[in-house]
């Protein structure tokens, strides 16, 4: 049964390998329609690379600048290609898109009175937690004393003993 | 009190939740609102010749609708610009957003032209200057020339009524 299964896939698979092996490979040039040119200057791609992908796409939005297949995002990455190019620095890169898009385009928002409760927030939090931590403790160490009256710790040793003894 | 607690935490975090569930991601806040609508010169479609610059807009109360012919939602939103440009509302002015395919021209003389002028911004340069992110956007835009409002999406009867109609009374016309 196993055999039967697996000659069928060779077969099918077979002239799949003889074409792959056949075909001659894509002309490059503008024939070839994947991935397009990527800008001259390596060093200008891999900074525009670094700084897009901590930039947000606004058409989808969830995905970055630098992962986005959108029209925007390639305009977006041209623009910001070029600014490099004429010697601007990231900062500067930023500035220029917060501008336009406001601090929505940053996935790490700046620090400034209506992003507080944004960057504060957690330690907030964990300060109320703490507090009702502590709360609680305290609250539990009042309700139960320390006090065990003698006759039963007596009792309890007098059982103790009886049990080692057998 | 204290056995309704995790019930009122339960609402509270309920209620931030569906408030959130009726938010449109789309509704970015425009750092523009306020500020002087970038400059620009760009050709209109049908005549290359000529050059529109919102300067040209200066002493008027204006709106630059941002469309493009192959955006369906602009399509919809169509209508009601036309009945806009009929009623004697402010001008509207369209920008013609990376309409590669060259169509603005002829679609307009199909379907009627709201607009005043249509400048075209083949490569999408204009938009990103204004934060388009996608069609359609309206702008207000002031005598002044500082953009009042923002819209994002078709404008239609009750967007313009809710929207566009009080910022309007405030600017006065």
């Not at chain 1, 060779?10 to 490059?28: E, G, R």
């Not at chain 1, 390639?74 to 500035?95: S, T, Y």
């Amino acid at each position: 049964m196993k055999n039967w299964l697996l000659a069928i896939l060779l077969a099918w698979a077979l002239p799949a390998l003889a074409l792959d092996t056949l075909t001659p490979a894509p002309p490059a040039g503008p024939a070839a329609r994947e991935a397009p040119p990527t800008a001259a200057d390596p060093e200008i791609e891999q900074r525009l690379v670094k700084l897009a992908t901590d930039l947000r796409c606004l058409v989808c939005q969830n995905e970055s600048l630098a992962g986005s297949h959108s029209e925007l995002a390639e305009d977006l990455r041209r623009e910001i290609r070029d600014q490099m190019r004429q010697g601007k620095d990231d900062n500067e890169v930023i500035a220029y898109l917060t501008e336009r898009y406001g601090d929505f385009v940053l996935y790490r928002p700046p620090f400034k009175p209506v992003t507080w409760l944004l960057w504060l927030g957690p330690l907030l939090f964990l300060g109320i937690g703490l507090a009702i931590w502590y709360v609680v403790l305290r609250r539990r160490r009042a309700a139960a004393p320390d006090t065990v009256d003698a006759s039963a710790l007596a009792a309890a040793a007098r059982i103790l003993e009886e049990k080692s003894d057998k | 009190m204290k056995r309704w607690l995790p019930l009122l935490v339960f609402l509270i975090l309920a209620g931030f939740l569906a408030k959130g569930l009726f938010l449109n991601p789309r509704e970015v806040p425009s750092p523009l609102i306020g500020k002087a609508a970038p400059a620009f010169s760009l050709p209109v479609v049908g005549n290359a010749e000529a050059a529109f610059t919102p300067e040209s807009m200066r002493g008027q109360v204006w709106l630059l609708n941002v469309w493009a012919p192959w955006c369906v939602a602009c399509r919809q939103e169509h209508a009601f610009l036309m009945q806009l440009a009929r009623s004697g509302a402010p001008p509207i002015v369209g920008l013609n957003w990376k309409d590669k395919s060259r169509e603005a021209d002829a679609l307009l003389a199909r379907t009627g032209n709201p607009y005043r002028a249509v400048p075209d911004d083949l490569d999408g340069r204009v938009g990103i200057d204004y934060g388009v992110t996608g069609t359609p956007e309206t702008y207000l835009i002031d005598r002044d020339g500082i953009v009042r409002l923002k819209h994002v999406g078709p404008i239609d009867e009750s967007a313009w009524n809710k929207k566009f109609e009080p910022k309007l009374k405030e600017i006065g016309t």
